[in-house]
């Protein structure tokens, strides 16, 4: 999922907000609709941002012991990125 989707419909929004005056077509108001797409935009972009910044991170620990006693640890550490959306 891009950034393109969300931003267009902000273009679009504002464009409809800030170029009409009081225009109406049928019980629907221009610049109300104009203001409508451009939150409906801005919350698409600020979850498109979280869902491309999330990562999920595994963290395995491993403890060994040795003939003597001794015992050692070791920590991996793997970062993936989350499966991507269905296709709808």
């Not at 989707?5 to 929004?13: A, E, K, R």
């Not at 225009?23 to 698409?44: H, R, S």
């Amino acid at each position: 999922m891009g950034f393109g989707g969300p931003i267009g419909l902000i273009v679009v929004g504002l464009i409809l907000a800030l170029a009409f005056n009081q225009q109406q077509v049928g019980p629907l108001e221009v610049t109300t609709l104009g203001w409508i797409l451009v939150l409906a935009g801005v919350l698409w972009l600020v979850l498109t941002v979280i869902q491309q910044n999330t990562k999920r991170r595994h963290t395995t620990t491993a403890t060994t012991t040795d003939a003597q006693g001794r015992q050692a640890s070791t920590q991996r550490t793997t970062e993936s990125d989350p499966p991507p959306p269905p296709a709808v």
